[in-house]
């Protein structure tokens, strides 16, 4: 008799570490895509240049974009953007270029992650090409210049007229 009462306990302790690792396991991808909705932890979204082509032209409003950069604990990087800022028309795709140095003696991979303020703003600013894309390989003392191209939706709301893209570098490990 106790052994039959045993069965459903020990059927769902064994059950619980599956779930525990199943629903570990699908972290990742669904906090990719809340990032991707919600715009939170840099995540603006990739549209590609034909999309941005169809975007209408908003002459008539002027958005300010600023540039700001930052190297994760002082790493052996200089990064820097070449225009602190840009005045553009929403629905136009703009180009500006990051400009990083290795001061190391040793070739060391970096990664960059993106950051857009005021957070309303995310969801409106659009990259077509970004370095932060992908790892960036470097080779020792190697200095390079690195596009970030991005249209801004012309359905960004009236009262966001200032938006902020802040880069913070990452020397990536084990490399």
Same mark, same amino acid.
């Given at each position: =008799?106790?052994? +039959?009462?045993?069965? %459903?306990?020990?059927? @769902?302790?064994? /059950? ?21 909705v919600t715009g939170l932890n840099g995540k603006t979204g990739r549209l590609s240049a034909a999309e941005a ?32 800022? =840009?005045?553009? +028309?929403?629905?136009? %795709?703009?180009?500006? @270029?990051?400009? /990083?140095?290795?001061?190391m003696d040793k070739t060391l991979v970096s990664q960059s992650i993106p950051s857009v303020a005021p957070i ?56």
């Amino acid at each position: =008799m106790e052994r +039959h009462s045993l069965r %459903p306990l020990l059927m @769902k302790l064994f /059950a619980i570490p599956i779930l525990m690792f199943g629903f570990g396991y699908l972290m990742v991808p669904l906090y990719n895509v809340f990032c991707e909705v919600t715009g939170l932890n840099g995540k603006t979204g990739r549209l590609s240049a034909a999309e941005a082509s169809l975007l209408q032209e908003d002459l008539s409003r002027l958005v300010k974009i600023q540039f700001v950069t930052s190297v994760n604990q002082d790493g052996p990087w200089d990064f820097r953007p070449a225009e602190t800022s =840009m005045m553009v +028309h929403p629905g136009k %795709p703009y180009t500006t @270029k990051f400009y /990083a140095y290795n001061r190391m003696d040793k070739t060391l991979v970096s990664q960059s992650i993106p950051s857009v303020a005021p957070i309303q703003a995310t969801r409106y600013f659009k990259k077509t090409e970004c370095f932060c894309f992908i790892e960036q390989k470097f080779n020792a003392s190697e200095a390079r210049e690195m596009p970030v191209t991005f249209v801004i939706n012309p359905q960004l709301p009236e009262d966001v007229d200032t938006i902020i893209l802040s880069y913070t570098l990452f020397t990536k490990t084990g490399t």
